[in-house]
């Protein structure tokens, strides 16, 4: 006769597990067996899960009118203003979000959905700024379907420590974006010539600054803590080609980015042009 390592039932032979908690029979000579218990959540245990930030964005370049390249940063300026306040509000709601995780472990739903609605419209307005999409985005603050530029971001548990230390952790993420944003300023004055004699941008230039706005979209998700996870995935594109015929990078929206070979070597240059730049800025100011 055997008995429960776990409730003390007696046990016949050839019984495997405990008719009254469930527990396996110890093996000869080894350490007292676990109880077979249900699987628990991992929001239980406090883990995190990957969570994925999709942002869509057509890659392939739009017909845009010549007069609103031409005016573009006129066009940008209410938007600049309204965006300044939208993104204190967001900042004031990830603060929320902090002392909430910290607790809970999660970012409540009302929060998250405020904080996303946020990452929205400052993507919109960045693709307009770089010239990646040709309407004037106005206030896109709630996913509809005439959004150029869409975001769908997984809502799931948080680590306690990472939200405590996100500001640390973010550091690198921060840099990187600072650094495009001095790299696509450059570019985008390329661009803003190209399309005012054009009307219609160079693809490489088009699909190089998407990955900008897709980087830097996610980089705002993990800061306002909408996501666990770091933004560096896709920075330079899902799949590169060396050739791509049209319609080949996807239709409108795409959220899976296959980018030109020349468009991943481009926010390269970004980085690089960026990167010199930040310095000058910083050893002159």
Known sequence: MAFCSNCGTQMDDSQEVCPSCGTARAASGGSPAIPFAPPVAASEYGAVNEAQVRVGIDLEPPVQQRWTILIRLILLIPLFIVGFFIALAGLFAAIGAWFASLFTGRVPDGIQAFISGVVRFL??????????????????????????????????????????????????????????????????????????????????????????????????????????????????????????????????????????????????????????LSVIVRSTS
């Open 123 to 276: 993507g919109n307005i960045l693709a307009y700024q770089y010239f990646v999409v040709p309407e004037w985005p106005g206030i896109p603050f709630n996913p509809a379907p005439s959004d150029q530029v869409t975001v769908d971001i997984d809502h799931v548990d948080l680590n306690r420590a990472a939200v405590f230390f996100r500001l640390i952790l973010a550091i690198p993420a921060s840099i990187v974006n600072s650094v495009l944003s001095y790299g696509a300023l450059v570019i985008s004055v390329v661009m803003w010539v190209w399309g005012v004699i054009t009307g219609q941008e160079n693809r490489i230039f088009h699909q190089g600054m998407a990955l900008v706005v897709r980087y830097q979209m996610r980089f705002y998700a993990y800061f306002f803590l909408l996501s666990p996870t770091q933004p560096w995935t896709g920075l330079l594109g899902d799949e590169v080609v060396d050739d791509q015929a049209p319609g080949i990078a996807g239709g409108p929206k795409s959220e899976r980015f296959v980018v030109l070979k020349d468009a991943r070597t481009l926010v390269i240059v970004m980085l690089v042009v960026g990167a010199v």
